[in-house]
């Protein structure tokens, strides 16, 4: 049999990006391995435990509150044509393309002092550069159910709304929580808009920024060790789960 | 019991053009007509999932038209099935049930018992994906039956099934039937399924429902052309009549009956009877014929003749083709008895 030498070309160019994303996590956390007794110093750091908590609450309640408002919006553009509806659809996705600087500045000039340096700013530039995440997922998920499915839970007696909790969701599950997790994820990486909104309470993310600015990189290494650490364990697990429950409705 | 009046509606690219008919009480309904003449929008203006243009449904003499699908009660089974995949086969065919707060030991006996009768009782624990064809159909119809509609809405229900699946299924629909009693309006391009199942039938082209009758009657006698061509009156012929003689491009016809004026005949191409020499028969008319080309289609061979001015298809089995050499050019004898000419 002949082999096919364009699959391995491929493999061998596209190989380079995944080398060059692996490196720099093995040597940060290989480096870090050979400066143990910092790493455990720097967990026992009030300061440290503190911001980090101050992270994953927000960018969890930032992933509950995208839910909530972008599962109702997502099954709007999935299920229904309207006026204006590409206009929602291109808002949607303008987060993705504003700079997270200026994603604060607008964030600050709108809410000003109502979000300054509390967590509803925090909440506020996570919500808004990784709310689409949500809303795309959710309308993509409830674009795969098929429509004869709600049709028939209808003509059986189920009203739009049941209709909703007991099939559609049900179905769209798992691309709805894999969109949630991409909020998460998104919420807990950023830096830009917050350092501008909401410096204080301090979260990891800028704590890391401070350490490297003040003391050096050396400095901002374990914090941001553990951080990975943290993110990374969260978000394979919970895409795990996610991938758990896709397989059993199967 | 259903009545449907002048429902209209233009829907994508299809158009619904004054369609009325009513069905029975335990009457299987057929409306027969080939893909794209807008039976699953129909069957969805009735179930409430589209709203007409025009027109009243009305469903034990209340005017449904726009009812919500939920308060209508009718079950649909669109041609997918559409069975819901996170739930498992029990839950499925529970799930009207559950909606209607019947007690749990209730639940469970109807589910177990519609299973029962539709042999899928061994299924109850399985999740849809991991059903066949047919056992999805089976656990689509229990869903719909098990609440006891008044009406079941099926689309082409035995459209996706191989030829085998579907030759079991429609003798077991018949006896499903007899034991539930459910009143059915049943759409379908499958004349098979018609004159097997339907206690009616309506024929619908293009979006209008064209005839309406018992089947027999209608697949004997089509009302129009277009109709006869649908169920097959390949032939139609088309010339003058004086009495019991019609004359179409030179040819003189025997009819069945006497009629004057310009008509048009139908004749199917099975009626036709080819032979090498003329023959004494009961045949009323038998012409000289020239072969023009031969069609093959399996087991049977569609022959395209011509006598004089006249052009005529005829269906033979491929071994017949075969024995009477039959090719382009040959000549040979065609018959046909006057009573099977449909006269429109």
Known sequence: ?250 | MLRVEGISKDWKEFRLRGISFDVGEGEHFIILGPSGAGKTVLLEIIAGIIEPDAGKIVLSGEDITYFPPERRGLAYIPQNYALFPNMSVFDNIAFGLKLRGVPRSEIERKVRETAGILGIDHLLRRKPKTLSGGESQRVAIARALVIEPPLILLDEPFANLDVQTRAKLLGEMKRWKRELGFTALHVTHSFEEAVSLGDRVGVMLDGRLVQVGPVRDVFSRPASEEVARFLGFENIIEGTAEGRVLRSNGVEIELPAETMGRVRVGLRPEDIILSLEPIRSSARNEFKAIVESVEELGPLVRVHLRIGGLNLRAFITRSSMLEMGITKGKELYVGFKASALHVF
């Open chain 1, 1 to 250: 049999m002949r082999r096919d030498y364009t699959l391995y070309f491929f493999a061998s160019i596209g190989s380079f990006l995944v080398v060059y994303i692996a490196l720099p996590l093995m040597v940060i956390l290989t480096k870090q391995m050979s400066d143990w007794g910092m790493l455990v110093k720097t967990l026992h750091d009030p300061y440290v435990i503190e911001a980090l908590r101050n992270s994953l609450l927000t960018a969890t309640a930032t992933a509950l509150i995208a839910l909530l408002f972008g599962v109702p919006l997502g099954y709007v553009l999935a299920r229904k044509d309207f006026p204006g509806k590409s206009l929602v659809q291109a808002l949607v996705d303008v987060p993705i393309v504003i700079p997270h600087s200026v994603v604060g500045i607008m964030l600050l000039v709108t809410y000003s002092t109502y979000i300054l340096d509390s967590y509803k700013g925090i909440i506020a530039a996570m919500l808004f550069v990784s709310a689409p995440f949500t809303i795309n997922a959710s309308r993509d998920g409830f674009l795969a159910v098929d429509e004869k499915i709600e049709a028939v839970a209808r003509t059986l007696g189920a009203s739009r709304l049941r209709v909703f909790f007991s099939v559609s969701l049900p179905i769209a599950f798992p691309s709805v929580a894999s969109g949630a997790i991409m909020t998460w994820a998104r919420a807990i990486s950023e830096v830009g808009a917050i350092l501008i909104v909401a410096y204080y309470p301090k979260t990891a993310q800028v704590l890391v920024m401070e350490y490297f600015n003040n003391y050096g990189l050396k400095a901002s290494r374990p914090i941001s060790v553990i951080l990975i650490a943290i993110s990374l364990t969260i978000f394979v697990l919970l895409r795990w789960l996610v991938g758990r429950t896709e397989n059993a409705s199967r």
